[in-house]
Nanobody, 124 residues
Framework: QVQLVESGGGLVQAGGSLRLSCAAS????????KGWFRQTPGKAREFVAT????????YYADDVKGRFTISRDNAKNTVYLQMNSLKPGDTAVYYC?????????????????WGQGTQVTVSS
């Protein structure tokens, strides 16, 4: 029911910022929980940030707290990940995801829809 398309990745120097966007099709997207996950070669997909369908709850991985912010714009059917103070360890493919239940979760398998991923590379 929902298609997710990510954009905004690229190459940035350490300490810089990027804003990732995930645009969704589907009239019910506003009620879904949204999440951001990242993956590097040879590693499992790991949790980064999530927001509940109502927008009232947000959760972040410990290593991105204070640097990354997840937000949504229901009018634009878009979820964002603002990434500040980027570090080389943030280099990964970043994926957005949506969960129909609307309950935020940190587990990738709980999500029903996924974007194609966008590469973020942070240089020293």
């Amino acid at each position: 029911q929902v298609q997710l398309v990510e954009s905004g990745g690229g190459l940035v120097q350490a300490g810089g910022s990027l804003r990732l966007s995930c645009a969704a099709s589907g009239r019910t997207f506003s009620g879904y929980a949204k999440g951001w996950f990242r993956q590097t070669p040879g590693k499992a997909r790991e949790f980064v940030a999530t927001i509940s369908g109502s927008g009232s709850s947000t959760y972040y991985a410990d290593d991105v707290k204070g640097r990354f912010t997840i937000s949504r714009d229901n009018a634009k059917n878009t979820v964002y990940l603002q990434m500040n103070s980027l570090k080389p360890g943030d280099t990964a493919v970043y994926y957005c995801a949506a969960r129909v239940s609307g309950v935020a979760d940190t587990v990738p398998r709980k999500y029903d829809y996924w974007g194609q991923g966008t590469q973020v590379t942070v240089s020293s």
